[in-house]
């Protein structure tokens, strides 16, 4: 493992803490009785408390220094005064492990008393410090110059993404959006519990992966020696136990979708998915608005809003809007009763890219895709899409050519799928054969026939509404995120890729010699490069920060060796 120069020193000061006898990794409980944000809510003059976190900053002064403490709840200002600290005549805690061997990004315990600084600032007089954990890295940590300009931020999305870990200790602000996230998810459980809806857990491992038009992920069982899945949805697992006698279930779920990944899709995402019988999809359109602007009020205090430049109104109700009639506003061709044939011609005429495994359902939904959608900013439902868009939805009372499903558009993209759900067994088997020849006509998102699914509505499912609601993506509306990259703790990433090195001409001769013996002393090293001084100390500093050649301190004094 090639080191920096920062990250040696840091472990030389790590071995010089256990010289002094500190363990700077403590296994004992630390007795917090306080944190940053309790300590100002309910600040009083020499009260006595007890905090941990992460030194953030210092500015030692000699034999007093004031610094930064960060915990989970924000920072406090600490002041170390090197007497309070050390009473009797050794002074090595102060002088030796606060000023030498601690460093930013080190977790410590305070104990000590409240008192406000000259300028008011809440500041917690240091009695006593515990080194809690040595941080062998040091931090990204944004600087600012003398005309409040801000350098070297940890804003590159690819490594706070990567490194999320670090992400949350540099920028408050991403932390917030996940306590937000909790706050969304918080309010929705306590709206379908005090509806007496249930909370249930079904399996992500399935035999067959049903529930949605979707790619899926493919494992193998070794000890049943069977194909698995990932599963795309939990609808047809929810849709067993209202057969099985529950009137209201609900789950939050990790779905997966071997699919591309971009701005608002990532293989593996979180959707809460709701199932209520003797219901409807009018009562499912009704209950959303009044659940929606429950849940952007609790997270937000208001039912607006920011969305980039928009402001989006969750306060109902929400226009209702057929699809076909959606397609026909803003395309101008009325596409109900066409066939195949002609929906193909009237994707070319719009200059749609369709391909020959896409039925009149698939056909629908890209035009839809393509030349609706993103008009609808402010919450719509999208209603009575055609039977071929909708395998497990109930036909439509007063068309049997189309279904009793919506969806709902926010921002231009959709944010719910709902449905009266198709509960007559028959139909569904019919629906489910159409299915397989899209599948054996080459459409590899098209559903499986799910046999235990089917005979479990012959033993008779209620009437029934589910709907299934993308929790990132509401997240990203009520956090005014445009990337789902931004309220995923640790979303999907390429693999890492190593960079190729381009030495300049001093380091490929150091690093020649280097390479006949892999290791050597530096000076000896030095003295054969026959470089100056200057360009030594620019060649060496070049190559370990290349990650080339690591220099190590021994007894015998520093080496330098190949990576």
């Not at 976190?53 to 220094?65: E, F, H, N, P, V």
Request: one cysteine or more; hydrophobic letters at 35%; charged letters at 30%.
């Amino acid at each position: 493992m090639q080191l920096s120069e920062q990250e040696i020193i840091r472990r030389e000061k790590l071995g010089k803490l256990r010289e002094l006898g500190i363990n700077p990794y403590p296994a004992d409980l630390y007795p917090v009785d306080h944190t940053s944000k309790k300590v100002k809510q309910h600040f009083e003059e020499d009260k006595k408390v007890v905090l941990a976190g992460r030194l953030m900053s210092r500015r030692i002064q000699g034999k007093a220094s004031f610094a930064e403490l960060q915990d989970s709840e924000g920072r406090i200002q600490l002041y170390f005064n090197r007497d309070e600290i050390c009473q009797g005549e050794d002074k090595t805690l102060y002088n030796e492990v606060y000023k030498k061997l601690l460093d930013i990004g080190d977790i410590i315990g305070i104990e000590g008393t409240l008192f406000k600084t000259q300028v008011g600032e809440m500041t917690v007089m240091v009695k006593n410090f515990t080194v809690l954990n040595k941080s062998l890295r040091p931090l990204p940590l944004p600087k600012v110059d003398s005309e409040g300009k801000v350098f070297d931020e940890f804003n590159d999305p690819e490594l706070r993404y990567r490194q999320r870990y670090v992400d949350l200790i540099v920028n408050p602000h991403v932390k917030e959006t996940f306590l937000k996230r909790t706050k969304i998810t918080t309010s929705m459980r306590e709206f379908f519990n005090t509806r007496g809806y249930i909370e249930v857990e079904t399996p992500i491992l399935q035999s067959i992966p049903g529930g949605a038009t979707a790619r899926p992920f493919i494992t193998h069982h070794n000890a049943l020696n069977i194909p698995l899945y990932l599963r795309i949805a939990n609808e047809l697992y929810l849709k067993r136990l209202i057969v099985g006698g529950f009137d209201g279930v609900y789950e939050f779920a990790k779905d997966f979708r071997n699919e591309g990944m971009d701005k608002t899709h990532n293989p593996e995402f979180t959707v809460m998915e709701l199932y209520v019988s003797y219901k409807d999809y009018n009562w499912m359109m009704d209950m959303t608005e009044e659940l929606l602007e429950k849940v952007a009020t609790d997270a937000n205090g208001s039912a607006i809003a920011k969305v980039g430049e928009n402001e989006i109104n969750f306060k109902a109700p929400y226009p209702r809007v057929p699809i076909l009639q959606a397609i026909k506003d803003h395309t101008g061709f009325d596409v109900a009763g066409m066939n195949e044939e002609e929906l193909r011609e009237v994707c070319t005429k719009l200059d749609i890219p369709v391909d020959e495994t896409m039925g009149i359902g698939k056909l629908i939904d890209e035009i839809f895709g393509e030349r609706c959608e993103h008009n609808y900013i402010q919450p719509t439902f999208i209603t009575d899409y055609p039977k071929e868009m909708s395998p497990l939805t109930k036909e439509h009372r007063s068309n049997p050519a189309l279904t009793e499903r919506f969806e709902l558009m926010v921002n231009g993209k959709e944010l719910a799928n709902a449905y009266s759900e198709l509960n007559d067994p028959i139909d569904q088997r019919e629906r489910f054969e159409e299915q397989l020849k899209l599948s054996e006509k080459g459409d590899d998102e098209a559903m499986f026939i799910d046999q235990d699914f089917l005979r479990a509505l012959e033993y008779g499912m209620p009437p029934t509404s589910g709907i299934g609601i993308g929790i990132d993506r509401l997240v990203m509306l009520l956090t005014n995120n445009s990337s789902i990259q931004e309220v995923l703790f640790f979303p999907q990433m390429r693999p890492e890729k190593k960079v190729e090195v381009t030495l300049s001409e001093d380091e490929k001769l150091v690093f020649d010699i280097l390479k006949k013996e892999n290791k050597m002393p530096l000076n000896d090293l030095k003295e054969q490069s026959e470089l100056s001084n200057k360009k030594w100390d620019k060649t060496i500093k070049g190559l370990t920060k290349h990650k080339v050649v690591k220099v190590t301190k021994t007894d015998d004094g520093l080496f330098c060796e190949v990576v």
